[in-house]
Structures are given as structure tokens and as C-alpha cells.
């Protein structure tokens, strides 16, 4: 048996001496304490330091801190996606020097790729936003679209812009509304309005992430192409001028009430159901129904469609 496969014998006793002592202050303290020779003392550390469940907890490297496993984990594997990422760009970098990607001009304008698995698409949108120098623009809607607000601080402590749209019911969700508070604390632009169609971000005004609306897993389609990203800048520019700001820490409806009411409105006079209605526009069926019940007292409507006609008319009217 070699001295790193007997060293390795030795990681979990090693690393549960850092946790109850709190941490490994000397080597050979450690090695005499646990009965294992300084050698294989060494070589355990230097395994647990490389799977970064310890760190040097001093200048001269000698004190070694335990780390949460779960932390651990997400280390390595935020390691690991940077690190598949940056192959992968650095394959398609090859391929398009030699042809095989981008064999002419016109190819060249239009390129289309989909990512599936949570992993990859954390592992590209990091490597994206690593590269990104100038703008990104979000439309935050429905489907399976985690939680980027620490990438997005990243980018604005950068110096990028970070402008966006998402739905109004971001503003009930308290969670939500302390993470963009934090966000707009820190320099970017959230507006809300009452029904974001999909979830994408174009990064300076060039590469698109159109994220699926599969709500099973998450996946994304990465766009390459100028005239699809004009697109998108027009409809975000589009939604930005029709949007709400959104100010202070204030939560709730309040100061969108009557842009929701003339979508739920719109709607209601289509005939849908409180259940449709409330899905198309990302809100519970119980705060839906509580803005119906509003509108109908105001309109003095006896009924649900009645009160969308009389609603959608009044706000036709009003434009």
C-alpha cells in the first residue's frame, strides 16, 4: 500500500479531529494526537485542502479550519462548471478557426445551441457573465429560472449595466422583494409589469438565453445572431416604457393596481376562468379573485364578464 492510498485510510478521522478541535492547529500536534505518522498526516490534509474541506487558516499555511461539506460541494462544482464551460467555448474557439462550426460568413451570423440539466445551464450562464462587459437585459417570466441575483451583483460591482423586467407579483413575494431590493441597492434597474411572455437576457446586446418554459427542468437555447438579439432589444425597450419602477421595500399591489385590473380585465372579457386568469398572469387564484371582487364593487358589474367588458372599455377608453 502506498503512503498517499494508507494517507487517504486516514481523511475522515483527520477531518473530524479539525471539527471538534475547530481546527488543525499544527501538523505534528494532529499526527501525534490521532497515532499517524507526519507523512501521512500531510498527505491527508493536502486531500481534504483538495476536495476544500479544509482551509489554510493562517499566512504560513499551518492552521487548517474545517469546512461545511455542503460548501464544500458547491465549491467544487461551481469549479467544475467554469471549468467545462471554458473547454467548451475554448472546442467551438477551434472549430470555427478551422471551419467546421462557422464555414462561411452567413453561418456566421446565425448560430443556435440548447443547454439542458441545471448544470449545464449554471455552468453557461457563468461563464456569459464572466464575459460580459457592458449591458445585460432580463425579462424575468414563468418557467425554471434560478435564483441569478448573486450573479447579477457580481456584474454590477463590474461596473455592468443590469436592467430588469420582471412580473408584478414579484412585488407580494417577500423573498423575492429583499433580493431585489439588493439589487437595486447596488445599482441595477427593476421594473414590473403584469405579464412577462418568457424568461431571457441578452448580454451586451449581442448573445441571447432564451430560457425553456419546461417547468421539469431547466434548459435554454443560446442565440447567436443580430437580428434575433434586435429583436429582443426592441421588445424589452418595448415593455420598459409601458413598465413600473420599482421603488423603496414596499410590498404588495399598491402601486400597480390599475395596470393589473386592465390586464385582468382584458382577459375576463375573453371569458377565461379566475384559474386562467390568474396563471397568465403569475399570481395566486386568491389575489386574483380579490382584485376581481374590487373591480366589480367600483363597476357596480353583477358579473364577472360584465365587469370585464365594462373594465377593458373604461381603460380603452382612458388610452
Request: include cysteine; glycine fraction near 8%; charged fraction near 25%.
Amino acid at each position: 500500500m502506498t503512503l498517499m492510498s494508507f494517507a487517504r485510510d486516514h481523511v475522515m478521522d483527520v477531518y473530524r479531529y479539525a471539527e471538534r478541535k475547530g481546527a488543525i492547529e499544527a501538523i505534528e500536534v494532529a499526527a501525534a494526537d490521532l497515532g499517524i505518522d507526519v507523512g501521512e498526516m500531510r498527505e491527508a490534509v493536502c486531500h481534504l485542502v483538495d476536495s476544500r474541506l479544509l482551509r489554510p487558516d493562517d499566512g504560513a499555511g499551518e492552521r487548517y479550519a474545517p469546512v461545511d461539506p455542503e460548501l464544500a460541494a458547491a465549491s467544487l462544482v461551481s469549479t467544475v462548471e467554469r471549468e467545462i464551460y471554458r473547454r467548451r467555448e475554448l472546442i467551438d474557439q477551434i472549430k470555427e478557426r478551422v471551419g467546421l462550426v462557422r464555414p462561411s460568413p452567413e453561418a456566421s451570423r446565425s448560430t443556435v445551441d440548447y443547454l439542458v440539466g441545471a448544470m449545464e445551464v449554471r455552468g453557461f450562464l457563468k461563464t456569459a457573465s464572466d464575459a460580459c462587459r457592458d449591458e445585460v437585459l432580463v425579462l424575468q417570466g414563468g418557467g425554471v429560472v434560478g435564483d441569478l441575483s448573486e450573479t447579477y451583483l457580481d456584474l454590477l460591482a463590474r461596473g455592468v449595466t443590469v436592467r430588469i423586467i420582471c412580473q408584478h407579483r414579484n412585488r407580494a413575494d417577500i423573498g423575492t422583494r429583499m433580493r431585489m431590493k439588493r439589487l437595486t441597492d447596488a445599482g441595477a434597474s427593476v421594473y414590473t409589469v403584469s405579464h412577462v411572455p418568457r424568461s431571457a437576457t441578452v448580454f451586451d446586446r449581442s448573445l441571447v438565453v432564451l430560457f425553456g418554459a419546461d417547468d421539469t427542468e431547466a434548459n435554454v437555447a443560446r442565440v447567436h445572431n443580430q437580428g434575433i438579439a434586435q429583436f429582443f432589444l426592441d421588445l424589452f425597450n418595448h415593455l420598459w416604457e409601458t413598465a413600473t419602477p420599482l421603488e423603496g421595500i414596499d410590498f404588495g399591489y399598491a402601486g400597480v393596481a390599475d395596470d393589473l385590473q386592465q390586464s385582468i380585465a382584458v382577459l375576463m372579457a375573453k371569458g377565461y376562468t379566475d384559474e386562467v386568469v390568474a396563471r397568465k398572469l403569475g399570481m395566486s387564484v386568491r389575489s386574483c379573485r380579490r382584485h376581481i371582487a374590487t373591480m366589480m364593487r367600483d363597476l357596480d358589474a353583477t358579473s364577472r364578464f360584465q365587469a370585464g367588458v365594462q373594465a377593458a372599455r373604461k381603460y380603452l377608453t382612458a388610452e
